[in-house]
């Protein structure tokens, strides 16, 4: 309930909160009614943006800015996480043309014949 309060302060004392754990994050970067300093500040904490679960909460999540959604790895997605971005129509078009691009790239270097 307070992640969600309208003053800043308090938002970003509960998400730093020593009490917060990595399930009440993933909650958090789902929420599609936080505000985007918050859905910022989950993103550029490394233990949050190595877990899994919950930068894929924030790739997905419409509020979190297309900025800091292109920092957070495309690269290490598999094919099929790239392919749910680009149809995703909720997220911001520069996040779901770069997962479209990222996934042609990827073709194409599937069709490459083998030097040896």
Not at 25 to 50: T, W
Not at 83 to 89: D, F, K, T, V
Request: charged share 25%.
């Amino acid at each position: 309930l307070l992640i969600r309060d309208a003053n800043a302060t308090i938002a970003m004392a509960t998400l730093l909160s020593p009490r917060m754990t990595d399930m009440d994050i993933l909650i958090v970067a789902n929420m599609r009614d936080v505000s985007e300093k918050i859905l910022r500040a989950i993103a550029e904490d490394r233990r949050y943006k190595a877990n899994r679960y919950i930068a894929w909460a924030l790739l997905n999540n419409p509020k979190t800015p297309a900025p800091v959604s292109l920092g957070l790895g495309l690269g290490s997605l598999t094919e099929k996480e790239l392919g749910g971005l680009a149809r995703n129509r909720n997220i911001p078009a520069a996040l779901s043309r770069a997962a479209r691009g990222l996934l042609q790239l990827r073709a194409r270097e599937g069709k490459k014949p083998q030097g040896g």
